[in-house]
């Protein structure tokens, strides 16, 4: 196939997905007569997305601040514990089987002790933000500066080099591919967090908007308020996407997967 067909097709194929799946949704539930608090038909989704659109922006706009405060703060902490952690072996050893074991701890059961903390509002939906999405830029950014070659190390040590000038010059470069693709992985997680604690502990965000509507049985507006979510999810991975690519092109390869031969 050609190349630029090729690309063309790749950037069109989750669109196409989406209008195929929306479509057979559509017609599913018709076919089926499946009532709205049930599942919702995707035109009535969107119905509900325009009729409370106020509503769901400003829920939205909370949501997005909340999720982008922990985030970034994930990624300052995460960034210097993964360095602490990859470049050296004693902190290897003893801190990272605490960090898998913090992270294996379910965050929604801390947002009550939270609350108890620092009371109901944004708070814990910044602090549970946080907390799901350091975890992957801490052991991606660990990885990529533990995985450095024993032999790459002799010979900058012959050269002269100390070992913070190995880690700065490059072991940071080289684990920037890593980094990159943990900030993919943690922005989901980051609005994950943001959701789950504004459902338990928050009179603002999405996370609320769908706990009233669902509680009211408004279903078209729980399902708008989820996708609302899920597109700024996107429009965060894309966006990290499109700076990897040109911070790290040189670790970027084509795939090829042979379509058209």
């Known amino acids: 196939m050609i190349p630029s067909v090729r690309r063309n097709l790749g950037t069109a194929m989750p669109w196409l997905i989406v209008i195929v799946g929306l479509l057979l949704w559509e017609a599913s539930c018709r076919a089926f007569d499946m009532p709205e608090f049930v599942l919702p038909r995707p035109s009535r989704i969107i119905e509900a997305l325009i009729a409370d659109f106020g509503a769901i922006w400003f829920h939205a706009q909370h949501t997005l601040i909340t999720t982008v405060t922990g985030f970034i703060l994930a990624v300052l902490f995460g960034l210097v514990l993964g360095i602490l952690i990859?470049?050296?072996q004693l902190a290897y050893q003893g801190l990272y089987p605490l960090l898998v074991g913090f992270n294996s701890v379910p965050?929604?059961?801390?947002?009550?002790?939270?609350?108890?903390?620092?009371?109901?509002?944004?708070?814990?939906?910044?602090?549970?933000?946080?907390?799901?999405?350091f975890f992957p830029v801490a052991v991606n950014v660990a990885t990529g500066l533990a995985t450095l070659e024993p032999e790459l190390e002799d010979v900058l040590r012959s050269l002269g080099a100390t070992r913070r000038d190995i880690v700065v010059k490059v072991g940071l470069p080289r684990a920037m591919p890593y980094f990159f693709a943990s900030l993919k992985v943690a922005i989901t997680l980051a609005?994950?967090?943001?959701?789950?604690?504004?459902?338990?502990?928050?009179?603002?965000?999405?996370?609320?908007?769908?706990?009233?509507?669902?509680?009211?049985?408004?279903?078209?507006?729980?399902?708008a308020g989820l996708f609302v979510v899920s597109a700024m999810g996107i429009l965060m991975y894309v966006g990290f996407a499109?700076?990897?690519?040109?911070?790290?092109?040189?670790?970027i390869r084509p795939v090829d997967f042979g379509i058209g031969g």
């Open 191 to 223: 609005f994950v967090g943001s959701v789950i604690a504004e459902t338990l502990a928050s009179n603002e965000g999405i996370g609320t908007l769908v706990e009233q509507a669902s509680a009211n049985f408004r279903v078209p507006l729980v399902f």
């Open 86 to 88: 990859g470049s050296s």
């Open 242 to 251: 499109m700076i990897e690519r040109r911070v790290t092109g040189w670790a």
């Open 107 to 133: 965050k929604v059961a801390l947002v009550p002790l939270m609350v108890v903390w620092f009371g109901i509002g944004t708070a814990p939906a910044v602090l549970t933000a946080f907390m799901l999405s």
